[in-house]
């Protein structure tokens, strides 16, 4: 079982209209690393489809995500969680500016 991103608005990575959408002040910023949330197998047990979270991300001025916190639930705690963990590791490019940003990040998922 895979996952697939459907999008609703904005752009998905590479223009390929796959991918999270993203929001808010890092919505300008390259993304240097991506990692993807795995679609969890006690979501495809409970019968669950698809779904959608969106995750707030806080990140440095030198690309790191520092910070992330849940701001609507997949209803399966066990995605929720891996999207936020998978965000931890993406790396955005790194700005002048001393400054942390933030935005949110809208993972849609369908069981492949």
């Not at 608005?9 to 390929?16: D, F």
């Not at 047990?45 to 959608?52: C, H, I, T, V, Y």
């Not at 707030?56 to 690309?63: D, E, F, P, R």
């Not at 997949?74 to 590791?89: C, H, I, M, T, Y």
């Amino acid at each position: 079982g895979g996952i697939a991103y459907e999008k609703e608005e904005g752009e998905g990575l590479g223009g390929s209209g796959q991918g999270p959408e993203i929001e808010g002040a890092i919505a300008g910023r390259e993304i240097r690393r991506w990692v993807e949330p795995g679609f969890p197998r006690s979501a495809e047990d409970l019968g669950m489809r698809d779904g959608k979270v969106r995750v707030k991300i806080w990140v440095l001025s030198s690309g790191e995500v520092v910070e992330t916190a849940i701001i609507q639930t997949s209803n399966v705690p066990e995605f929720d969680q891996n999207a936020s963990q998978a965000l931890r590791k993406c790396r955005f490019e790194s700005i002048e500016e001393q400054e942390t940003q933030t935005g949110i990040v809208t993972f849609r998922f369908k069981a492949e």
